[in-house]
């Protein structure tokens, strides 16, 4: 009986300390995408001040559509490149905030 005690115990703080390891992981890998986010934000901004610039310092109709082409082109690949990275992120994420739980569900199996 109180074995039994003893492992509900010992299968308590197993899962605690779980848990607290999962929320760190889960912590650090929500501070990386927020730096991430921040920084693609920053680097986009910057770009359409840019391009902004030229496109009022544009000489013809020609030259603002080539400066507006260029614009949008560059803006579409920086999207789909932060979104890879940023699902790479969330992915890492999962992975490491689940990591710890796996001795636990494979006990329980």
Known sequence: MTQ?????GNYGKEFIDSGLKSFAA???????????????AKKS??????????????KSLENAIEIQADY??????GFVAEAS???GLYADMAKDSYKPF???VAKAG
């Open 45 to 58: 901004l910057e770009t359409g001040s840019a391009a902004m610039e030229k496109l009022l310092s544009a």
């Open 4 to 8: 039994t005690f003893e492992d509900a």
């Open 102 to 104: 796996e001795s636990i």
């Open 85 to 87: 990275k940023l699902s």
């Open 26 to 40: 889960l912590s650090k890998s929500a501070q990386a995408i927020a730096a991430e986010t921040t920084d693609y």
């Open 72 to 77: 949008a082109k560059q803006a579409y690949e």
